[in-house]
């Protein structure tokens, strides 16, 4: 993958598209062959040689999780300080903004467990977002911080493809898909292939096995 790239996932599987996202995310390891990143073959023996690389991506995606004991704003804050080295206690610019535009700024003190549902999804995705990842890694969008947020959520990944960013979701959205996707990933009866519709570049990193 390129920096700027945009692959949409196909699938007859939910499940197969959500297992994916996870072993791109490095949370579950493959079963056979390797994981590369940055051509750099991963090791997953022990979960602190991953740290370094799960820097690099954002998972926003129903298996992603707060830290139950924790608040909205100390979860932000434990993320910042991880990604950034800093012992700051105030929420960064960046981050009170994603906290504006998510309508989160009174749900700060409030533990994981005090949310609705829908005010949890958009707390992992402030957390996701506030990493500046490389990869970013979506599973329905439009499920996830809804349909009436999906402006508001388009915008800012438009503002992240920008950068260096490369995003891969799975989505039953039409509009969303037609509006991001450039290369499609078809995975059908557990078998993984890729349509190319883009120019090759530098490989960022891939899955193999």
């Given amino acids: 993958m390129t920096h700027g790239d945009v692959v949409s996932i196909s699938t007859d599987s939910a499940e197969d598209a959500?297992?994916?996202?996870?072993?791109?995310?490095?949370?579950?390891?493959?079963?056979?062959?390797?994981?590369?990143?940055?051509?750099?073959?991963?090791?997953?023996?022990?979960?602190?040689?991953?740290?370094?690389?799960?820097?690099?991506?954002?998972?926003?995606?129903?298996?992603?999780?707060?830290?139950?004991?924790?608040?909205?704003?100390?979860?932000?804050?434990?993320?910042?300080?991880?990604?950034?080295?800093?012992l700051s206690s105030r929420l960064y610019q960046r981050t009170q903004e994603l906290c504006r535009l998510f309508s989160l700024e009174d749900k700060l003190e409030l533990r994981p467990a005090a949310l609705t549902d829908n005010d949890y999804r958009f707390v992992v995705a402030v957390r996701e977002l506030i990493k500046a990842p490389e990869i970013l890694l979506l599973e329905y969008p439009e499920k996830f911080v809804g349909i009436a947020n999906l402006e508001i959520f388009n915008d800012i990944l438009f503002d992240m493809l920008g950068g260096e960013v490369c995003i891969v979701f799975i989505s039953e959205y039409q509009n969303f898909i037609e509006?991001?996707?450039?290369?499609?990933?078809v995975i059908s009866k557990g078998t993984l292939q890729e349509i190319n519709e883009g120019s090759e570049g530098p490989r960022i990193g891939g899955l193999e096995g």
């Fill in 18 to 86: 959500l297992s994916f996202l996870m072993a791109l995310s490095t949370l579950i390891r493959p079963l056979q062959g390797e994981y590369r990143y940055k051509q750099k073959i991963l090791d997953f023996s022990n979960y602190r040689n991953l740290l370094d690389t799960k820097r690099n991506i954002g998972f926003i995606a129903s298996q992603a999780a707060l830290i139950s004991n924790r608040t909205v704003r100390e979860n932000l804050l434990l993320m910042s300080a991880y990604f950034t080295n800093s």
């Fill in 179 to 185: 509006t991001f996707s450039k290369r499609e990933l």
